[in-house]
């Protein structure tokens, strides 16, 4: 959006917001491995929730860590640019700023691992009969 457009209202300037965030999430699928990580391993728990046939509530809690760490991601690489963009040199503040971003998404994928635990534990011993 160019700065003359800041103070414009109204659809075309939601219109305008949602075209600039396609690309921002454009990039980073096409520049952050571990986007594409994340995609695979929400489409494999979207599939085995459907095979599973999990309850309404387990389906929204899944999606709501989903796209917790989908938006972590983002998020994270926001902090990456705009860290390159300050400095190209190596400072103390630049690898604190990126791994505290890093370990923000860590943090969360770690209690994504046991939520999923938790969900999809009672189906597949159910199905195993154990
Ligand atoms: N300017 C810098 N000064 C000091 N340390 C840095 C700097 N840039 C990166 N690092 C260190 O290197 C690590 C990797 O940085 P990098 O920018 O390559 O991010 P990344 O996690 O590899 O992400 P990606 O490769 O997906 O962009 C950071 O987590 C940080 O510890």
């Given at each position: 959006m160019g700065l003359?457009?800041?103070?414009?209202?109204?659809?075309?300037?939601?219109l305008k917001s949602f075209y600039y965030a396609t690309q921002g999430l454009g990039h980073v699928f096409k520049h952050e491995q571990n986007m594409n990580i994340?995609?695979?391993?929400?489409?494999?728990?979207?599939?085995?929730?459907?095979?599973?046939?999990l309850p309404l509530t387990h389906w929204l809690i899944l999606l709501i860590v989903i796209a917790g760490i989908f938006a972590l991601e983002i998020m994270n690489t926001a902090v990456e640019r705009?860290?390159?963009?300050?400095?190209?040199?190596?400072?103390?503040?630049?690898?604190?700023?990126?791994?505290?971003?890093?370990?923000?998404?860590?943090?969360?994928?770690?209690?994504?691992?046991v939520i999923g635990l938790i969900i999809f534990i009672p189906p597949l011993l159910h199905l195993l009969n154990l």
């Open positions: 003359h457009d800041r103070n414009k209202r109204g659809f075309k300037r939601l994340h995609v695979v391993v929400a489409a494999l728990i979207i599939i085995s929730a459907y095979l599973l046939d705009t860290v390159d963009l300050v400095t190209k040199d190596y400072h103390p503040m630049a690898k604190l700023a990126k791994d505290i971003a890093a370990a923000a998404v860590f943090v969360y994928c770690v209690f994504a691992v």
